[in-house]
């Protein structure tokens, strides 16, 4: 079956520093490719995606890449505000019948201090 | 703006007391889904309507149910709350296809007492 593996946290940055949180994942087919982000206390907001191989997502100076042949998306942020402070979710959702599910990786936290 | 609301923000209830979560969404999503969130975990998905279709997952208690009676609104439903049952619930809505991402809710923090 499909699966998210991402690498484990808690992640602590100092502002402006360079961030990567690492995605990979198994799937059947071509899928989409998410990140999620959650502050403390909220539900999950999209914070880009991918729908083919070689796309790049981008949004609020995040940026990862749909890399099909290491099946990857890392997600990256060339210097982290401490607001960016929260839990990064990678996620996919598949093609094909049954597999339209939303499938999560475990989340990283992420603390950035001032 | 489109969105997907969930009420109340935090429930407090008594051990055994039903208590019903509410969600709804002005998206015209034709499935919304229910999940479960422990502290520092991912959401684990309860059940999804797909219109009026409901999907169960394999291993959800059958002390969770819900109902949809039409496309805006979906309610999920805690016949007997046990203390393990205190977590955040997500309600999140979705086309059925595949490059679509999920539009989740702001959660409800469901506390057992």
């Known amino acids: 079956g499909n699966s998210v593996t991402q690498m484990e946290g808690p992640v602590t940055l100092s502002e402006e520093a360079f961030l990567t949180i690492n995605c990979t994942y198994t799937?059947?087919?071509?899928?989409?490719l998410f990140w999620y982000v959650q502050y403390p206390g909220e539900g999950l907001q999209l914070l880009l995606k991918a729908t083919k191989a070689d796309d790049k997502g981008s949004n609020k100076g995040f940026e990862a890449t749909y890399r099909k042949e290491t099946t990857s998306f890392h997600l990256e942020k060339g210097s982290v505000q401490v607001s960016d402070s929260a839990v990064y979710f990678c996620a996919l959702r598949g093609t094909q019948g049954g597999s339209e599910k939303l499938v999560f990786g475990k989340g990283t936290k992420l603390t950035v201090n001032p | 703006d489109a969105m997907v609301i969930q009420n109340p923000r935090y429930q407090v209830t008594q051990f055994g007391k039903p208590v019903t979560l509410s969600c709804s969404q002005t998206l015209n999503h034709n499935v919304m889904y229910w999940y479960q969130q422990k502290s520092s975990q991912a959401p684990k998905l309860l059940f999804h309507y797909y219109d009026k279709d409901f999907n169960n997952e394999a291993d959800t208690p059958d002390n969770f149910q819900s109902r949809r009676p039409n496309t805006s609104f979906c309610f999920l439903d805690i016949r007997s709350p046990g203390l393990g049952d205190a977590a955040m619930y997500l309600c999140?809505?979705?086309?059925?296809?595949?490059?679509?991402?999920?539009?989740f809710g702001s959660g409800t923090r469901l506390t057992v007492v």
């Open positions: 799937a059947t087919g071509y899928p989409s």
């Open positions: 999140a809505t979705s086309f059925r296809t595949s490059g679509v991402g999920y539009t």
